[in-house]
């Protein structure tokens, strides 16, 4: 069951552990969780009496204090369920770990422990209706004013944004300065604080459990203490935390193209068409052949980026390759695997129909595809 040179009996026993809770409580409900539109709370909840949200965080928080090999197995096992559960990653390796890395030790007693039992579901507002990936340009500002930052502006493509109740939000407390970077901060703003307002639930081509959501800041009074780090820091910050969040986005590539592929050897070993099965054309066996190539080779490179993430080496570069060739294989094997299924792969009872529909947007969210090119090649010179 071991999949990663550096998994030790210890990985093996928690990745068991883990894929047993998930086959009990939550692949049988999946389906209604996507037709509800909504993972409800009450799984969250399981998550943290069981150990799985946050199990990174020192044990003086109420963590484990388990290393992000740990993590990998987690984001692993839940995509193989369906690709609506990232709202669990995020939460536990991208969010959480501004906390960590940025927060006070006030900040950390108050906010972590909730955020490991599921009392406090988590989201980073980064992205405008008018800024993605062009982060330096956002425009929701929080002028000072005393011992509170008044906020003001709106964020889009929120993942977690239903449910959440502790947004990490990226702001401009000084909007007048020259480099557009250095004026920006991250606050940590709690559900309930006057002035902040959830929007609607945005209704997505895919991942249709995971709630996404427009957030709004008219006039919100956020505590300075809620500042996260130091001020006009926020874009460092997030470009330091940016190389695990690709990380993430290509692990849970890599693991959906596995699982397609998975599903279309079972299906056309199994489907009869002129006499002989699907699996018995050449054609099929030259698709099948190409497809376990790829994904072996994005298997090898993930591992050792894997291994040098941990080891706490810079792998930018090397991120960004991941994200962008990973994503966009798993997108081109959904295709693939979609057309052997025939009609069968169309219809939203074939899981192969749910991944088609899902996989686009991991070549979108985290930094386009385009935009991991441009990182790519500015790293190497030009």
Known sequence: MTRYKFETIEHELFRKTFRKFLAEEAEPHYIQWEKDHLIPLSFWRKLGEMGYLCPQVEEQYGGLGLDFSFGVIIQEELERIGSSLIGIGLHNDIAVPYIEAYGTHEQKSRWLPKCI???????????????????????????RDGDFYIVNGQKT???????????????????????????????????????????RQLEKVGMHAQDTAELYFEDCRVPVQNLLGEEGKGFHYMMEKLQQERLAVAIAAQTAAEDMLTLTLDYV????????????????????????????????????????????????????????????????????????HGGYGYMEEYKIARRYRDIPVMSIYAGTNEVMKVIIAKNLGL
């Open 117 to 143: 039992s599921g009392d406090y579901i988590t989201a980073i507002a980064m992205t405008e209706p008018g800024t993605g990936s062009d982060l330096a340009n956002i425009q929701t500002t929080a002028i």
């Open 157 to 199: 493509f929120i993942t977690n944004g239903i449910h959440t109740n502790l947004v990490i939000v990226a702001v401009k407390t000084n909007p007048q300065v020259e480099k557009k970077h250095r004026g920006i901060s991250l606050l940590v703003i709690e559900e309930g604080t006057p002035g902040f307002t959830k929007g």
């Open 269 to 340: 070993k199994s489907r009869q068409a002129f006499g002989k099965t699907i699996g018995d054309f050449q054609n099929t066996q030259f698709k099948i052949a190409e497809m376990a190539t790829k994904i072996e080779l994005g298997k090898s490179f993930l591992e050792s980026l894997i291994e040098e993430h941990i080891a706490g080496k810079e792998v930018v570069t090397k991120v960004s390759m991941a994200k962008y060739w990973i994503t966009e294989n798993a997108r081109e094997l959904a295709t693939q695997c979609m057309q052997l």
